[in-house]
């Protein structure tokens, strides 16, 4: 019972993190109808930055860990967004009128750039993160918890708690939601599809590079390539949630993260891995639609 | 056949007969690579170019082709020749049971899945799944080929085995685009509802796509580990599959010249630019978003066409007069 | 007088909308039958039940006394129910030749290893696909275009060559969707021409089409669909004076 309590609070921290990267599919192919191959990069770049940022200001020292982190935080998500945006402007705004196929190359194009430019400039090897974080536990009901792992479903929450107003209550968020129901006909209704659509590049990889910065933090050890597993994960995760929904994402997320730790603590820690895929699998199968989203497969 | 493709090819296979009098062990090596490469870029072209699938696990089907020789050889002393059509094989029905439930998915997802699927492989074979694939070291002491009772083994050897087979699975594509099964896979690319709604069985044609295109890479698979002596799972990560589709795509999809030159462009650049090496993957990333702006359609998008003038038949019954 | 082709009780729901509802009429072998209505009166939809794109959500299509219902559209159009698209959805980026060759796939059975090993059968069969692809396509007024590609012909021939590729299957049904859509009254009238060949050629044919004259002209019997439900049938001149077709769709569209 306390194994079985313990991976399924190891599983939330995990799927919270699932679930901020989700989010960044989602919204992008909400109104792109584009699955951004990417993001999952976008995410690496923050942990990378949040790595470099951390060590070179020390900002933790001049303002004290909580203010210090809350800064680096910000300015992570800030320099990923611009990527984000950048990324849009140069990989995906000149192919908008083009096939879908070619969207799609130009996204994986996009991901392989970014991952291997990250690869040149650190090098190939794993990176390691400053100590700065407690590493005390505390007590859930009777059981040691690590405060990290509390922290980073606490801080996942609030952020997906923010961007739910955002989407839900402002003029910009009512947009984003009319333009993944119907482009064409936001565009008739006066909404400007193309700053929403920089808009989603701006909130998706900022979501995406604090979620970088929280495995960093979290696990202590990062490499370029870990965009691909997490994007993944993620990716699946939008897709259980319905791709497209945005609370679908979040719900998507932390249930993939449960089973994910549930599977490979009572099944194999081998196959960790090949749980989400054969998850993602059998979703297309069985309900491509997910808890909430649109068809998948082809139709007249 | 066109005649300047077929001059092409000829020009080519002199040169590559002749290849191992001008170039050393390690150039002829990497001609050796290119030709594997160029095996595995003309299977995926069948379901990525002819059949318009994104498939992005062909690495999967040449790992299947690969272990399937390695552990007849190893386990069964089966020579890897023989083996070859075992792994074809094996990989064709390994491709359509994994297919078969996603074949219908759109695009995009269909990658999403395929990437899913190559995975799982890999992630199996370190696991050492069914006790037989030798977990993350891989299976080591496969036996060369023979042929015709001669051992294959020095590169340049092994530069005639793999051209060969080269211009044995050009010699077959090229029929197989001209048939009535390559013209069913060109209806399902361009416009799967309206193939359908012509008569064509789009599922079935799908899964013969894939069952195919995964043979060849099944068989390439075998090769390599015939070559290699050693196989382990890094060999067909998920890297491999990029690669290839990166082929096909650079080179021109659908195209039989345009992915072997995509091939031979990706094996061979990084080889000249030595300092580049590194940086190879950021110049392909660089590439593919360039291109699709500029030359979506690939470098050499050449396809033969199918029918010309002296195709065309005159004087014919009109078919009210048929029977 | 048997019917070629039997709905019996069609009804299909997307979602909570019910977009065909209870229709139920027979094609008879040998006419041409014109389906017609305003739109949005589940046309279409009909049409894509029968050809297997859709499935009934209730009711029974029969096609010669066998149900299509539960068939895919590949295997319905082997047993002689071939259609055209109202959105053109032609092979653009190939030939003429080839479109029409598409059509031919299912009566030719030439596979893997015949295209590998080019046996004399695989040769023969080609040729003669080749050529009756030739001749539909003469057949339908495109001579001598069977090289060009679909979308270098004219609105009107891009029509006729769905209708080539569709005759190419040996349909004993043919199901055509806004055949005059685009179409100018010279293309319609040549339209009408053919539509009288293929029924001379013993073809049964469906047809959608907004056009009344051509409608009338061509059609040995008509249903009316409204709101997804039949409303009327029969002959044309008895259709154009039921007065719930005229209050429904002929009064706004003779006035056009």
Same mark, same amino acid.
């Given at each position: 019972m306390e194994q079985f309590a313990q991976q399924l609070i190891n599983g939330l921290a995990v799927g919270s993190i699932y679930a901020l990267i989700a989010l960044g599919y989602t919204m992008v192919y909400g109104v792109l109808r584009l699955i951004n191959f990417a993001h999952g990069d976008l995410f690496t770049y923050g942990a990378y930055l949040g790595m470099t940022l951390l060590t070179s200001l020390a900002l933790q020292d001049r303002f004290g860990l909580a203010v !210090? @982190?809350?800064? @680096?935080? @910000? +300015?992570v998500m800030g320099l990923v967004a611009l990527i984000g945006v950048i990324l849009e402007r140069a990989a995906y705004r000149p192919l908008q009128s083009s096939p879908r196929l070619s969207a799609v190359v130009s996204a994986l194009g996009g991901s392989i750039f970014l991952q291997n430019a990250l690869m040149l400039i650190y090098g190939a090897r794993y990176q390691v993160y400053p100590d700065v974080l407690p590493q005390a $536990?505390? /007590? &859930?009901?009777g059981l040691p918890v690590p405060v990290m792992r509390i922290a980073v479903v606490v801080v996942s929450l609030a952020m997906m708690a923010v961007l739910y107003l955002f989407v839900q209550k402002t003029r910009t968020g009512t947009a984003i939601r009319a333009a993944a129901i119907d482009q064409g006909a936001a565009r008739l209704m006066g909404i400007d599809v193309n700053r929403v659509i920089q808009v989603v590049f701006v909130i998706g990889p900022a979501l995406g590079g604090a979620a970088g910065l929280l495995v960093g933090l979290y696990y202590g050890q990062i490499s370029f390539t870990m965009g691909w597993t997490y994007g993944m994960k993620a990716f699946t995760a939008a897709i259980l949630g319905g791709i497209g929904n945005i609370p679908g994402a979040m719900v998507g997320g932390l249930v993939l993260g449960v089973v994910e730790a549930l599977g490979a603590g009572y099944i194999s820690i081998a196959w960790k891995d090949a749980i989400a895929f054969v998850v993602l699998i059998l979703i297309l199968i069985v309900r491509p639609s997910g808890l909430l989203g649109e068809r998948v497969a082809e139709k007249v | 056949m066109n005649r300047r493709l077929l001059v092409g090819y000829l020009v080519a296979a002199v040169a590559l007969i002749l290849a191992p009098r001008f170039l050393d062990?390690?150039?002829?090596?990497? @001609?050796? /690579?290119? !030709?594997l490469y160029v095996l595995l870029a003309l299977s995926l072209n069948l379901i990525l170019g002819d059949a318009g699938l994104f498939n992005m696990g062909q690495a999967a089907f040449y790992a299947v082709g690969a272990y399937t020789a390695a552990i007849l050889n190893t386990r069964l002393g089966v020579p890897m020749l023989w083996a070859m059509p075992v792994s074809g094989l094996l990989a064709a029905i390994f491709a359509v049971i994994v297919a078969r439930p996603v074949v219908h998915l759109r695009g995009d997802y269909l990658l999403v899945v395929t990437i899913g699927l190559g995975e799982i492989v890999r992630i199996a074979l370190v696991n050492d799944v069914f006790g037989v694939t030798g977990g993350a070291n891989g299976i080591f002491g496969i036996a060369r080929p023979f042929l015709f009772g001669h051992k294959i083994r020095t590169p340049d050897e092994f530069l005639y085995l793999i051209w060969g087979f080269v211009a044995v699975t050009v010699f077959l594509f090229h029929r197989l685009e001209e048939s009535r099964f390559g013209r069913a896979l060109t209806f399902l690319r361009e416009d799967a509802v309206a193939a359908e709604g012509s008569g064509i069985d789009t $599922? #079935?044609? #799908? &899964? +013969?796509? =894939?069952? &195919?295109g995964a043979a060849w890479a099944g068989m390439t698979g075998s090769i390599?580990?015939?070559? +290699? $002596?050693?196989? /382990?799972?890094? /060999? =067909?990560s998920f890297w491999e599959s990029v690669v290839v589709f &990166? +082929?096909?795509?650079l080179g021109g999809s659908g195209s039989i010249p345009g992915v072997m030159v995509g091939a031979a462009i990706v094996v061979i650049m990084p080889e000249i630019f030595r300092d580049l090496a590194t940086a190879r993957m950021l110049v392909f990333g660089l590439v593919m978003m360039v291109m699709m702006v500029v030359r979506p359609q690939g470098l050499l998008p050449w396809r033969a066409p199918r029918f010309r003038a002296g195709d065309v038949p005159r004087d014919l019954p009109r078919p009210e007069a048929a029977p | 007088m048997s019917a070629l082709l039997e709905l019996r009780g069609v009804t299909k729901i997307f979602g909570g909308l019910v977009a065909v509802e209870d229709v139920g009429f027979d094609v008879v072998a040998g006419q041409v039958m014109g389906l017609i209505g305003p739109n949005g009166a589940g046309k279409t939809t009909t049409f894509n039940l029968i050809t297997g794109n859709y499935r009934v959500s209730r009711g029974t299509i029969a096609f010669e006394g066998r149900p299509l219902t539960s068939l895919r559209t590949n295997r319905i159009v082997r047993l002689g129910v071939a259609r055209t698209f109202q959105n053109i959805r032609l092979f653009q980026q190939l030939t003429a030749l080839e479109n029409v060759l598409a059509g031919r796939h299912c009566r030719t059975s030439a596979g893997l290893l015949g295209a590998l090993l080019r046996t004399p059968g695989q040769r023969r069969e080609e040729r003669a696909a080749v050529a009756r692809a030739i001749a539909e396509l003469d057949f339908v007024g495109l001579p001598g275009r069977a090289l060009d590609l679909a979308k270098n012909l004219a609105y009107g021939d891009q029509r006729r060559l769905e209708i080539a590729r569709a005759l190419a299957s040996e349909p004993k049904l043919l199901v055509l969707d806004e055949p005059a859509g685009g179409m100018n009254e010279q293309e319609t009238d040549q339209l009408v021409g053919l539509i009288g060949r293929i029924k001379a050629r013993g073809i049964t044919v469906l047809l959608i089409e907004h056009d009344m004259t051509l409608v009338m002209r061509a059609c040995d019997q008509i249903v009316v669909l409204e709101y997804g439900k039949k409303i009327a049938e029969g002959p044309p001149a008895a259709i154009q004076r039921d007065r719930r077709v005229i209050e429904a769709y002929l009064g706004t569209e003779e006035a056009t």
């Open positions: !210090g @982190l809350a800064v @680096l935080a @910000l +300015m $536990t505390v /007590s &859930l009901f | 062990a390690y150039q002829v090596d990497v @001609l050796n /690579s290119v !030709g $599922t #079935r044609y #799908r &899964l +013969m796509a =894939f069952a &195919l390599y580990a015939a070559k +290699m $002596t050693i196989i /382990s799972p890094e /060999s =067909f &990166l +082929m096909v795509i | -």
